[in-house]
C-alpha cells in the first residue's frame, strides 16, 4: 500500500501545489467519461418515456429528475476521486476534509441562515430586472409532472445532500484550489465562482450561484475545511427543497 502523498512535498516551480493543469485536464476528461458512462446505463435501464430526454422541455419526468442528479453526483465525486485522488495517493484529508473546530460549526451554521434568503433575493431581483416571470426555473426538476413521495425523498437526498458534497468538491477543493494556488484568493474566489454559475444555466440561478460561489470559497479558505463550504451548500439546497415540498403539499402556489 502506498503511502499518502503529503501536499506540502509537490512543487511546481518552486511553490506548492496540489493540483497541476495536467491533473485538472485530467479530471476532467474522467468527470465526462463517468458522466457519459452513468447517463446511457440509466438511459438503458429507463422506460421509452423516461428514457426520452429530447421531451424534457416540457418538463422531466421523475426518474428523469432523480437520475440527472445522481449522475451529476457520481461523476462530480468519481472524476475527483479516480482520476485525482487516486492517481496521486491523496487522502480526502489532503483534498480538505479535515475537522472544524465549534466556532466554524457555528459560523457556518449562522452564514447559512443569512445565504438561504440572500440568493433568494438575488434571483428575484434578476427576474424583476431582466423581466423574467416570478417562477422558480427548478420547480419542474423537484416537482415533475409525475411527483411521488419517493422521488421527492430521493431529489431531497440528492439535492439536498449528495450534490453539495460532490460540486464542493470539485469547485472548491479542485478548481478554487488550483486558480488560488497560481493567481491568488481574488482570482480564484471569482473565477470559480464565475464557472459555479454558469453550470447552472439560468440566469437567475446562475447569478445566486455566483454569490453563493464567493461565499463558499471565502468559507473554505478561511477555515481550511471543505466541510464548512458543504455544510452551507447542503443546508441552503435542503431548506429550498424543504420549503418548496411544503408549499406543495399545502397546495400553495409557487
Known amino acids: 500500500m502506498k503511502p499518502t502523498t503529503d501536499l506540502s512535498s509537490k512543487q511546481n516551480n518552486g511553490k506548492t501545489e496540489t493540483w497541476s493543469f495536467l491533473d485538472l485536464v485530467i479530471i476532467l476528461i474522467g468527470t465526462g467519461i463517468i458522466f457519459a458512462i452513468c447517463f446511457f446505463i440509466i438511459y438503458w435501464l429507463a422506460t421509452p418515456e423516461d428514457s426520452n430526454f429530447a421531451a424534457m422541455d416540457t418538463g422531466p419526468t421523475a426518474v428523469q429528475s432523480v437520475g440527472l442528479a445522481a449522475v451529476e453526483a457520481v461523476a462530480l465525486l468519481g ?139 471565502l468559507v473554505y479558505e478561511y477555515s481550511k475545511s471543505l466541510w464548512t463550504a458543504i455544510l452551507i451548500h447542503a443546508i441552503n439546497n435542503s431548506v429550498k427543497i424543504i420549503l418548496i415540498y411544503i408549499f406543495f403539499a399545502l397546495d400553495i402556489p409557487m
Open 79 to 217: 472524476g475527483v476521486y479516480f482520476f485525482g485522488m487516486r492517481r496521486l495517493h491523496y487522502s480526502w484529508k489532503d483534498i480538505g476534509f479535515t475537522i472544524i473546530n465549534h466556532w466554524w460549526l457555528l459560523a457556518s451554521i449562522t452564514i447559512s441562515i443569512i445565504v438561504v434568503p440572500l440568493s433568494g433575493l438575488i434571483t428575484v431581483v434578476v427576474m424583476l430586472a431582466l423581466g423574467l416571470p416570478l417562477e422558480n426555473p427548478q420547480l419542474e426538476f423537484i416537482i415533475p409532472p409525475d411527483f411521488s413521495w419517493t422521488s421527492g425523498i430521493a431529489l431531497f437526498v440528492l439535492g439536498g445532500i449528495l450534490v453539495p458534497i460532490a460540486e464542493e468538491v470539485f469547485f472548491r477543493g479542485v478548481l478554487y484550489r488550483w486558480l488560488r494556488e497560481r493567481w491568488g484568493i481574488l482570482i480564484g474566489v471569482l473565477v470559480s465562482s464565475f464557472i459555479f454559475g454558469l453550470v447552472h444555466v439560468d440566469i437567475a440561478i446562475a447569478a445566486a450561484a455566483f454569490i453563493l460561489g464567493i461565499i463558499l470559497a
